[in-house]
């Protein structure tokens, strides 16, 4: 079945798949995204790839180096980003069971809190409203930074039997602050970011195009590396991850505004030539259940898969990358989609708009893809 289809990989700023623009999977160079939120640039890589762009490497020769040779890694999404102060002061909400605290010492990128900026109100009515203003201002909460998958309608009837039995390998084995209902109307399974990136490194890191593009490991440039430790976060990433699970972790670390990050999410668990989800103990045919575009034709013309990167207490999305599954058929020779691949493009837009994650006014600006949707890349920015 998996000999059906092709792969192509998009990205934008938020869920109207018709503002993405295609990622040249496997190149070292990076696709860039803005808007009035995040700068952010991005490399996916994917071991055995045979997707668009036409011609695109199979490999990369991050898969090469280590950890990722040792460990066998089948795909990687590194992501530099820098967020930005919002144009308004918006109130983050604390986190379920916990409450922000308000700490005399840097930041996860070395600033202090012990001046409030001057977008903090004067007066708050308690000390945690204070800390909340502070960390609405000063930039994301370690709580509030989130990433993961989600889907626009339900899914539990496409679950396969011992459904259950494998996110309870990937809570326990992989990522334990993962979050979410797959059983719920519309699905989701999000993380905080503090844990659930393989690697986090505090500042600009490096693009080498010999190692495959955006490369770093867990650390950071010196100014990240002090602040990192004035908050206590380990310096490995298998220990940060730990430390971070703590409710007092993500208080403390603050993904500030107007400062760089780059993170990296990569693993061997899902392999992209047949399509297959393996875990310790436990395979997958993700073709066999893969959630589908075509739940309103009598085919399916293809199917997607979508990572975000967004804000749990504003519910804002800073960034998207969407696998999307199409048929051979439905593909022209020069990479560019079909009639049906693009109704079945829309059709996807459309269940982003009844899910309320794209607003009815942007509806009538558009049924297709974008320009840039052929075997050429152009690196553009998407406003």
């Known amino acids: 079945m998996a000999g059906k289809y092709v792969i192509r990989v998009t990205a934008g700023s938020d869920y109207d798949n018709d503002n993405h623009v295609l990622v040249p999977v496997n190149s070292p160079e990076t696709v860039k995204i803005s808007n009035d939120l995040v700068d952010a640039e991005i490399n996916v890589r994917v071991q055995n790839y045979n997707g668009l762009p036409r011609n695109s490497p199979t490999t990369s020769p991050y898969f090469s180096l280590e950890p990722h040779a040792a460990n066998d890694d089948q795909y990687s999404l590194a992501i530099r980003f820098t967020p930005k102060r919002p144009r308004k002061s918006r109130r983050q909400s604390p986190s379920a069971g916990s409450k922000p605290s308000s700490h005399d010492g840097p930041t996860a990128n070395g600033s202090s809190n012990d001046t409030a900026p001057q977008d903090v109100p004067e007066e708050s009515s308690t000390a945690d409203e204070k800390a909340e203003s502070l960390s609405a201002v000063n930039g994301i909460s370690g709580h509030d930074l989130q990433f993961g998958n989600d889907f626009d309608h339900p899914i539990r009837d496409r679950l396969p039997p011992g459904f259950s039995y494998a996110m309870n390998i990937v809570k326990w084995w992989i990522d334990p602050g993962l979050d979410g209902d797959p059983y719920d109307d519309m699905p989701y399974l999000y993380g905080p970011a503090l844990s659930s990136f393989n690697s986090i490194h505090v500042g600009a890191g490096e693009h080498v195009p010999e190692k495959g593009g955006l490369y770093f490991g867990e650390g950071g440039d010196e100014a990240g590396m002090e602040a990192r430790r004035a908050i206590g976060a380990p310096d490995s990433a298998k220990d940060r991850k730990k430390w971070a699970l703590a409710n007092d972790s993500k208080d403390k670390w603050v993904f500030e505004y107007e400062k760089t990050y780059c993170v990296d999410f990569f693993n061997p668990y899902i392999d992209f030539k047949d399509f ?20 309103r034709t009598h085919k399916k013309r293809s199917h997607t898969l979508r990572y975000v990167l967004r804000n749990r207490a504003t519910e804002e999305t800073y960034l998207i990358i969407l696998f999307s599954l199409y048929l051979k058929e439905d593909i022209n020779e020069d990479g560019s989609l079909k009639p049906a691949a693009l109704e079945a493009t829309h059709e996807d837009k459309m269940l982003a708009v009844e899910a309320g994650k794209i607003d009815d006014a942007d509806v009538e600006k558009g049924k297709g893809v974008p320009e840039n949707s052929k075997d050429e890349y152009v690196d553009s920015d998407v406003d």
């Not at 297959?276 to 739940?295: A, H, V």
Request: proline letters at 10%; zero cysteines; hydrophobic letters at 40%.
């Open 276 to 295: 297959s989800l393996r875990l310790p103990g436990f395979t997958l045919p993700i073709m066999k259940y893969w959630d589908g575009q075509g739940l």
